[in-house]
């Protein structure tokens, strides 16, 4: 009996050292407090494990790639850690007047070769960027989710309006092909929003169409822990609570 105990007592440092670590863009990093904040933070309080929120302002599933960030967070991966990639905000534009962001237009296998800032690079699509950065986090024996980026202001024009653009697609048809999980987080955000109506949803957002303030983060987050209890994937396990309101999609 005692072996028993101790056995499962020195289970426990294992288990307690699981880490979520977040790849995204400004829609999910944290300002630490600032008039507009990322929702990844506020995930922390759902949470029985640590977070490492890694999202960062500005970035594409490109910008994120070259940059290393995927490959920073592979490097510290533990096997059982969970990763959430989010991209899609800053990923359109044309490669014509290239911001080191953009990506090539697609789905598949096609490839752009374009100058970014003096060096040479060929550019992938948005699915395989975010294919390649889940097989390197499955290499590690992670837990892998892509979730779909948030909508802008579905109440901007004074009328409810949610059409997905293309990177949510792209986001579902990425975790397909590499074979990871899936939660479509910006139709869990626009559903509540649909609920919550335009004068509470407008307040959300102080600057641009873009990017939330605290509340907005908090009710970003909400979705986002519904999303993933209502798709029933792996992060559901590690949330400590499992209660949320409406219906799931
Ligand atoms: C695949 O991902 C790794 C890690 O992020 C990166 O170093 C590599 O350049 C990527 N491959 C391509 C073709 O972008």
Redesign the pocket.
């Given at each position: 009996m005692k072996s028993i105990v101790l056995s499962s007592l020195s289970l426990l440092p294992c288990v307690l050292a699981q880490t979520v670590y977040l790849a995204g863009d400004s829609t999910m990093a944290d300002t630490g407090g600032a008039a507009t904040d990322g929702w990844g933070g506020y995930i922390a309080d759902s949470l029985s494990i640590a977070i490492s929120n890694e999202a960062i302002g500005g970035r594409s599933a490109r910008s994120y790639?070259?940059e290393?960030?995927?490959?920073a967070i592979?490097d510290v991966l533990q096997e059982g850690d969970y990763v959430v990639i989010e991209f899609g905000h800053n990923d359109g534009g044309s490669l014509s007047t290239d911001n080191g962001r953009t990506d090539c237009s697609g789905s598949g296998d096609e490839t752009c070769e374009t100058v970014y800032n003096g060096v040479a690079e060929?550019v992938?699509t948005f699915p395989?960027?975010l294919e390649?950065?889940s097989?390197?986090f499955l290499d590690k024996g992670a837990h892998v989710l892509i979730s779909s980026q948030t909508p802008n202001n579905v109440w901007e024009t004074g009328v409810y309006s949610y059409e997905p653009n293309r990177f949510v697609g792209y986001a579902q048809l990425a975790a397909e092909v590499a074979g990871v999980e899936y939660v479509d987080h910006g139709a869990y955000v626009a559903s509540i929003y649909e609920v919550l109506g335009l004068d509470t949803v407008n307040a959300f957002y102080p600057s641009d169409h873009t990017h939330t303030s605290p509340a907005g983060a908090q009710v970003v987050a909400d979705a986002f822990l519904k999303a993933v209890v209502c798709s029933g994937v792996g992060l559901s396990d590690v949330l400590t609570t499992t209660d949320f309101d409406g219906e799931c999609l």
């Open positions: 790639t070259r290393g960030r995927f490959q592979a060929t992938l395989k960027y390649n950065a097989q390197l």
